[in-house]
């Protein structure tokens, strides 16, 4: 279950800033904000 939970929380994170550089670095800060809300809720 651990393990599961960590991975997630990893795809998390990283996913919307492998997103945000691929479409421009004005918009990294955003995902990441976008992140962190998911990780609230």
Avoid: H, S
């Avoid at 939970?5 to 990893?10: A, V």
């Avoid at 997103?19 to 800060?29: H, T």
């Avoid at 992140?35 to 809720?41: A, T």
Wanted: aromatic share 4%; proline share 5%; no cysteine.
């Amino acid at each position: 279950m651990q393990e599961k939970i960590t991975t997630n929380e990893i795809i998390e994170l990283y996913v919307p800033i492998y997103e945000a550089r691929l479409i421009g670095p004005k918009n990294v800060r955003l995902m990441r904000i976008d992140g962190i809300r998911k990780k609230v809720l």
